[in-house]
């Protein structure tokens, strides 16, 4: 092979060993999709694992409030509906200073006959807000005279959505607090009335007044109302004040309380359960799936009813059982939404 020959073999050689245009054009085409299908898979991986940290939060929320309620409610003595009653004492407790409840909410009606269900035309039972009493404690006296009285001190508790960042919306599942409120002190005046010595009397009325460590050395707030159970704050006697100076009961409020009567809030026993949590009570907005209305009717008039906060009381006054059903919503915007369906029925009674 002469020198022409191995020249002519070299220049070939390195003609073969390079790329067309059309071939570099392919290769950047398939890269740019694999680059494209790996970022994707990165990004759908990355969202459904933030769906997942949502869910599992939002679940663990709504299970939380749920059981802090059963636990209430397994010690309240009386659950007030949607009657004189319980829409009197509504109007008595003194709400200036919490948030405002959604206009409209509405206790539900208390059904001594029926049970728990769907709500039907002329016969809705179900309410979104709840007002009942709690025992608060039990409180235990030894007298001078060596008489020993045991009188029950309650509290009202409520639960009732707020309006937040504009309300419900049609753009939106979300738009609504979870507020708990808890009342003052109110002591049993049946146990008070049962003490008919006048000396004993004073010396109870001053250690509720004054919260002084009761027989088992224990003190407990001030109390400055005694409530009969079942009376209507505008009847003569449903609340006496107590003079914790002298031990006497007044009739009428003094020493600065509204007149006619309100029930006081207790101090810093306002809040709301989900705002700062960063969720919210489900609205009538929400996606079908989510199970708001699954007892009341739904109604967007004005405010709405019942959104994700439903409660129901069926049952004879001995044999009550109280069912609450809450929706709550993730209000991050972002992505999927996450919410948490849960009810729970608890069995209690009025005394």
């Known amino acids: 092979m002469n020198a022409h020959d191995d020249k002519g073999i070299g220049a070939g050689s390195q003609r073969q060993a390079g790329f067309t245009m059309i071939e570099l054009t392919i290769a950047a085409v398939v890269l740019a999709m694999m680059i494209y299908a790996v970022s994707t898979l990165t990004v759908s991986g990355g969202q459904a694992q933030e769906y997942s940290r949502r869910l599992s939060r939002v679940t663990e929320i709504t299970q939380d409030l749920l059981g ?3 636990l209430e409610l397994a010690t309240s003595a009386r659950v007030f509906g949607n009657d004189a009653e319980g829409n009197a004492n509504v109007a008595a407790f003194d709400l200036s200073t919490a948030p405002t409840p959604l206009p409209g909410v509405r206790l539900p009606t208390i059904a001594p006959t029926s049970t728990i269900g769907k709500d ?5 039972i179900t309410g979104n807000a709840m007002l009942f009493t709690k025992l608060a404690w039990s409180d235990r006296f030894v007298c001078t005279s060596g008489n020993d009285y045991i009188v029950d001190v309650y ?5 009732y959505p707020t309006p937040e960042e504009g309300g419900p919306s049609p753009e939106h599942s979300i738009g609504l607090n979870l507020v708990r409120v808890e009342s003052e002190p109110l002591v049993d005046a049946g146990g008070i009335d049962r003490i008919t010595d006048a000396t004993d009397l004073e010396e109870m009325l001053v250690h509720l007044g004054t919260g002084s460590p009761d027989a088992t050395g224990e003190s407990h707030p001030p109390a400055e109302l ?3 159970r079942g009376g209507l704050p505008t009847d003569v006697g449903t609340f006496r004040q107590i003079d914790e100076v002298n031990g ?3 009739d009428t409020p003094f020493g600065g309380r509204a007149d006619p009567w309100m029930v006081e809030l207790a101090s810093g026993e306002v809040r709301g359960l989900l705002s700062y949590r960063h969720h919210s009570v489900a609205s009538n907005y929400s996606l079908s799936s989510f199970g708001v209305g699954k007892f009341g009717i739904i109604d967007n008039d004005d405010s709405g009813f019942p959104h994700g ?3 129901q009381v069926v049952g004879p006054s001995s044999a009550r059982q109280i069912l609450v059903h ?6 991050h915007r972002r992505g999927r939404p996450a919410w948490h369906d849960m009810m729970i029925s608890v069995d209690t009674r009025d005394i």
């Open 120 to 124: 039907t035309v002329g016969a809705e």
């Open 326 to 331: 809450l929706v709550c919503a993730s209000t």
């Open 309 to 311: 906060f439903e409660v």
């Open 155 to 159: 509290q009202w508790i409520a639960y």
């Open 248 to 250: 006497t009961l007044s």
């Open 68 to 70: 802090d309620i059963r």
């Open 226 to 228: 005694v409530w009969v």
